[in-house]
């Protein structure tokens, strides 16, 4: 009957509407879980190195004739941990600056080609202490509208992890590109590469495959999620290749923007 239609009719809406709150619902609480877990693992990122100290000073503390050369190996532990802890904050920090809305890109029109050759410089020297040749090949006269010191940021981080993952002797290939639309970035490297099954995690927060080599390298597994957010801002989309034991490949696509 009719009324019966209508009533089948409210069903299906109620239900419709039922299934979005529900859908908002569990997106606020997704966020809020990852909220959450951030504060979580920031905390115990900031703890692991005040342990160490507690226990380096504490073992100083509780002997009685500590040998002079046992006080400095330990002293050194500890400022190393001290940098460790300024290392993390100073890459939070960075990632809050870059986790808010594209308002709060300071963007200028830059030549790409003038901007890369300053990175490579400013890069050269660390990729030379591992003998890594560090080559760069660009297409073309490009100019775009970015955000130059975040920016600087983004690609470093890229570069940097070359080095970082590569091998003794190695190579890292940075290249630029252009379109009418887009210029690309791309950074390849002949490092240990990424294993597939981490791949998709490289850009979370935190997140690092060899957590001990890594710890030794300096890394506190926030450098590509900067890196992502920067060029999120930017509009632009980063992916990566990578084959284990060869090497890996980021690729960098951001719009020209109006010049
Ligand atoms: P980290 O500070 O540890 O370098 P990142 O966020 O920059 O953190 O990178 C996350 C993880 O991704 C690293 O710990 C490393 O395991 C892996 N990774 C990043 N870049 C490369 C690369 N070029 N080659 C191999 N592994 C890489």
Avoid at 136 to 158: C, P, Q, W
Wanted: overall charge negative; proline content about 3%; hydrophobic content about 35%.
């Amino acid at each position: 009957s009719l009324e019966q239609m209508d009533t089948s009719g409210m069903f299906g809406e109620m239900k419709a509407l039922t299934k979005d709150i529900n859908n908002i619902f569990n997106k606020a609480q997704l966020l809020e879980e990852s909220r959450q877990e951030f504060v979580s693992n920031v905390s115990h990122e900031l703890k692991t190195p005040i342990t160490s100290m507690k226990v380096l000073s504490e073992s100083l503390l509780t002997q009685s004739d500590v040998p002079a050369e046992m006080y400095r190996e330990f002293m050194e532990d500890i400022v190393q941990e001290i940098d460790r802890e300024a290392e993390i904050i100073s890459d939070l920090l960075t990632l809050v600056k870059t986790d808010k809305g594209p308002d709060s890109l300071n963007k200028e029109s830059v030549d790409m080609d003038e901007f890369m050759d300053l990175i490579l410089k400013r890069l050269r020297p660390l990729a030379d202490k591992r003998s890594i040749q560090l080559s760069y090949e660009s297409f073309g006269e490009i100019h775009a509208s970015i955000d130059k010191v975040k920016f600087t940021l983004a690609i470093s981080n890229l570069i940097e992890n070359g080095i970082k993952y590569n091998v003794d002797g190695g190579w890292i290939k940075v290249s630029l590109n252009s379109d009418h639309k887009n210029f690309y970035i791309k950074v390849a490297d002949s490092g240990v590469g990424i294993p597939e099954d981490c791949i998709n995690h490289i850009f979370e927060r935190f997140y690092r495959v060899d957590k001990a080599r890594s710890r030794d390298t300096g890394g506190t597994g926030l450098g590509l999620a900067i890196t992502k957010n920067i060029i999120i801002l930017h509009k632009g989309t980063i992916n990566v290749y990578s084959e284990p034991g060869k090497g890996t490949t980021f690729t960098v696509r951001v719009p020209l923007g109006e010049q």
